[in-house]
């Protein structure tokens, strides 16, 4: 770690780390789409940075982020790919990319950005827990098992992860530790329904041609994902 630190300081004082914005003296550039974004003024906080556009990495980010509330996913798309291609190593403009990704419900994609999410960082826990989602809306359970368990190994009281592993163990028919998980779930949230209702479902007879909790799938046209299993919620965009 020291040795990591080391090179990042002595690659910022040879001037190998871009900080453009800085650099190019832009705080009150930044500043004024700042303020039109606290306004839901989008257009006018893209128009400033667009004004004085030199390609910078942090133009780049913030650019696909204003085009990401103003719902133009394509130009958020472009302006997260010339980031992520300006900081290869960074995980920032990754997930941001995902957020348009997902809007167009472009899920192959999404992988492949988990994909180098995870070489990158094997044991980032977002990026880990949502690729979990994407392969159980693929009723892949067995490739979505090895996501959660992975979470679930790093944050043992986490609601979401031990929730959606105990389900995914209900459809891999592995009775004994779903039920274990199921009732960690209910140490975490008492009297939740999802995990009451996944209990239920162990104690009752098993249809082989059908799986014991019903999935919704994510669509184009929904931009958020869905795991109706447990009649939760989950938004991608604000995990």
């Given at each position: ?95 941001g990319l995902l957020k348009p990704l997902s809007a167009l419900g472009q ?85 939740d329904a999802a995990a009451i209702e996944g209990l239920r479902q162990l ?37």
């Amino acid at each position: 770690m020291h040795l990591v630190r080391a090179s990042f300081v002595v690659s910022l004082l040879l001037g190998n780390v871009p900080l453009g914005c800085w650099a190019q003296g832009q705080p009150a550039v930044f500043a004024t789409s700042y303020a039109a974004e606290a306004r839901a003024d989008y257009a006018e906080a893209i128009a400033a940075l667009q004004a004085g556009y030199t390609g910078t990495y942090e133009q780049n980010v913030r650019l696909g982020w204003l085009f990401l509330l103003a719902k133009d996913y394509p130009s958020s798309i472009a302006h997260y790919q010339r980031a992520v291609r300006q900081r290869p190593a960074a995980l920032e403009a990754r997930f941001g990319l995902l957020k348009p990704l997902s809007a167009l419900g472009q899920v192959e994609e999404m992988f492949r950005v988990y994909a180098a999410i995870l070489h990158l960082d094997p044991q980032n826990t977002q990026a880990n827990y949502w690729t979990g989602v994407l392969y159980l809306n693929r009723q892949a359970f067995g490739a979505a098992a090895r996501h959660f368990e992975r979470v679930v190994s790093l944050y043992p009281f986490d609601y979401d992860a031990n929730l959606a592993l105990a389900q995914t163990y209900l459809h891999l028919h592995k009775p004994l530790v779903a039920k274990a998980l199921f009732n960690q779930v209910l140490l975490i949230r008492p009297g939740d329904a999802a995990a009451i209702e996944g209990l239920r479902q162990l104690d009752a007879p098993l249809n082989p041609s059908r799986p014991a909790l019903p999935l919704a799938y994510t669509t184009p046209a929904t931009p958020k994902h869905f795991l109706l299993a447990n009649s939760l919620f989950i938004n991608f965009c604000t995990r």
